[in-house]
């Protein structure tokens, strides 16, 4: 007869890891009620807007850095291009618009764009050149006026000094 060893001396393996309790990486989120989660929705919609606004900004910023980066090239004419063709510009502008979002007055957004006014500095220069040139012949005028009234006075005092 075979001698059968006993089972019961030899321990039990088991997987440590399997009686230890583990650490839950996702959890399910509660259940919220609609008012809530309806109300977070709208913050997370209005932040959103405010992003793409913010970002539309700094995208027209920097289309307008472009833009005054082209000019400065385009006077210095040192860039190899423009030695060829003088009267060539480096950067040619067509119609330029940035995404944005409006708030209607119903509350709801619409999402549209907004155009970029890539001229509006030049306008705004030769806006303010034309109003100092106005003022500079307008205190000319004002100069000569008292000029000649002060020399008409003068001539006045010489005159009856005379008789």
């Not at 030899?10 to 399910?28: E, G, R």
């Not at 907004?114 to 030769?126: C, S």
């Amino acid at each position: 007869m075979k001698k059968i060893p006993d089972t019961d001396k030899k321990p039990i393996l088991l997987k440590v890891s399997l009686l230890q309790p583990t650490s839950v990486t996702t959890a399910i989120v509660p259940l919220q009620p609609q008012e809530e989660k309806m109300i977070s929705e709208r913050e997370r919609l209005i932040a959103q807007v405010e992003r793409i606004n913010q970002m539309a900004g700094e995208l027209e910023a920097a289309i307008l850095e472009l833009k005054a980066i082209a000019n400065t090239l385009n006077t210095q004419k040192r860039y190899p291009l423009l030695k060829k063709e003088l009267g060539k510009n480096i950067c040619q502008y067509l119609a330029v618009s940035v995404p944005w979002v409006k708030r209607k007055p119903d509350e709801s957004f619409i999402l549209t764009t907004r155009r970029v006014d890539l001229f509006r500095a030049e306008r705004e220069a030769a806006q303010l050149a034309q109003q100092l040139r106005q003022q500079s012949k307008k205190r000319l005028a004002s100069q000569r006026h008292r000029k000649n009234q002060s020399g008409a006075e003068a001539h006045t005092k010489c005159l009856s000094k005379r008789y």
